[in-house]
């Protein structure tokens, strides 16, 4: 378990020495990441510790959003000001996700062979 930890917080850090030293606008995660993603594509699959472990994490995924809701919480006053645009955001972004999700979707469905066929 801590190789498979080590092994992914060394692609975060790689991710975030890659952002920061060419002051890219994408997150060191999101590039350390994509990087995991190669390595383990190129190698065939992640090895079984390194499953193990990150299904380990995904189950309490929800324990990483319990700091974004205390900053709710703190910052209530900003959100009461500020609750408007916060909500057009929200519902902008939403419709965008679902309709770009929708096209992707279809577009995907138009390539893939129908079931029975090849």
Same mark, same amino acid.
């Given at each position: 378990?801590?190789?498979?930890?080590?092994?992914?917080?060394?692609?975060?850090?790689?991710?975030?020495?890659?952002?920061?030293?060419?002051?890219?606008?994408?997150?060191?995660?999101? %590039?350390?990441?994509? @990087?995991?993603?190669?390595? @383990?594509?190129?190698?065939?699959? &992640?090895? &079984?510790?390194?499953?193990? $472990?990150?299904?380990? @994490?995904l189950?309490?995924?929800?324990?990483?959003?319990?700091?974004a809701? #205390?900053? %709710?919480?703190?910052?209530?006053?900003?959100?009461?000001?500020?609750?408007?645009?916060?909500?057009?955001?929200?519902? %902008?972004?939403?419709?965008? #996700?679902?309709?770009? $999700?929708?096209?992707i979707?279809?577009? @995907?469905?138009?390539? $893939?062979?129908?079931?029975?066929?090849?």
């Amino acid at each position: 378990m801590i190789a498979a930890l080590t092994q992914l917080l060394v692609f975060q850090l790689i991710g975030e020495v890659i952002a920061r030293g060419l002051n890219l606008p994408v997150p060191g995660p999101v %590039i350390g990441m994509l @990087l995991l993603f190669l390595a @383990l594509a190129l190698r065939g699959g &992640p090895a &079984p510790e390194l499953q193990s $472990t990150s299904q380990g @994490l995904l189950q309490h995924l929800s324990l990483l959003f319990v700091p974004a809701g #205390t900053g %709710i919480i703190v910052h209530m006053h900003r959100v009461a000001d500020e609750w408007v645009p916060l909500l057009a955001s929200l519902l %902008i972004s939403t419709v965008v #996700t679902l309709a770009v $999700t929708a096209l992707i979707m279809r577009l @995907l469905a138009r390539r $893939t062979p129908a079931e029975g066929q090849s």
